[in-house]
């Protein structure tokens, strides 16, 4: 199995940067994509980003071009650098995983990291 853990969370003033950080553990190379989730209070789960295994990235319309996802392959941990934050960002940041086990695909969770932007 494949455990995910976030980090980089926190409170920031509108206009600044956050890196948010997912390290993988397990069963690494049975991973076929990792990406991030959001989700506000009072909304549902929001896709924003995704890395697959040859590197091609995609990002939320609304998102992009604040956004850069990328991955150290050596630390197991994929990362998303937001820029430009608002106000509207603040939400639980979860990090996922398409796992390849037992001939099927499965979606792993991190546990979610808090990203509060003030005005």
């Known amino acids: 199995q494949v455990q995910l853990v976030e980090s980089g969370g926190g409170l920031v003033q509108a206009g600044g940067s956050l890196r948010l950080s997912c390290g993988a553990s397990?069963?690494?190379?049975?991973?076929?994509?990792m990406g991030w989730y959001r989700q506000a209070p009072g909304s549902q789960r929001e896709w924003v980003a995704s890395?697959?295994?040859?590197?091609?990235?995609n990002y939320a319309d609304s998102l992009l071009g604040r956004l850069t996802i990328s991955r150290d392959n050596a630390k197991n941990t994929v990362y998303l650098q937001m820029n430009s934050l608002k106000p509207e960002d603040t939400a639980v940041y979860y990090c996922?995983?398409?796992?390849?086990?037992?001939?099927?695909?499965?979606?792993?969770w991190g546990q979610g990291t808090q990203v509060t932007v003030s005005s």
């Open positions: 397990g069963s690494i190379f049975s991973i076929n994509v």
């Open positions: 996922y995983a398409r796992v390849a086990w037992a001939s099927s695909l499965y979606t792993t």
């Open positions: 890395i697959t295994r040859d590197n091609s990235t």
